[in-house]
Nanobody, 122 residues
Framework: QVELMESGGSSVQAGESLRLSCVISGDTDKARCPAWFRQAPGKERERVAFIDSHRSVSLSDSVKGRFTISLDNAKNTLYLQMDMLKPEDSGAYYC????????????????WGQGTQVTVSS
């Protein structure tokens, strides 16, 4: 009974910034290791960021230094701050969570948002 809903996607120029938001509702205590994934057409789904069981941030090499993930517990909202956007960052972005952080490390996701589109033009 966990629900996630993303927002904030837009069309921007390369070098600009966006902040995506994901509201987590329902049984929020069951949502562990919140994460962001993305998928471009014809490309494999990629996990770009997550917060692990020790509350530490993990970023993929492709976005490290440009993106950051954060969680506002008071608002039950997950954020993805995206700076210095590149055309290759374009795609559908999904927030996600699991019932046990171990599952995320195995590549398993229990809860998905519906996605928000990001398009970066050069």
């Amino acid at each position: 009974q966990v629900e996630l809903m993303e927002s904030g996607g837009s069309s921007v120029q390369a070098g600009e910034s966006l902040r995506l938001s994901c509201v987590i509702s329902g049984d929020t205590d069951k949502a562990r290791c919140p994460a962001w994934f993305r998928q471009a057409p014809g490309k494999e789904r990629e996990r770009v960021a997550f917060i692990d069981s020790h509350r530490s941030v993990s970023l993929s090499d492709s976005v490290k230094g440009r993106f950051t993930i954060s969680l506002d517990n008071a608002k039950n909202t997950l954020y993805l701050q995206m700076d210095m956007l590149k055309p290759e960052d374009s795609g559908a972005y999904y927030c996600a969570a699991v019932t046990d952080c171990y599952q995320l490390l195995r590549g398993v996701v229990h809860f998905w948002g519906q996605g928000t589109q990001v398009t970066v033009s050069s």
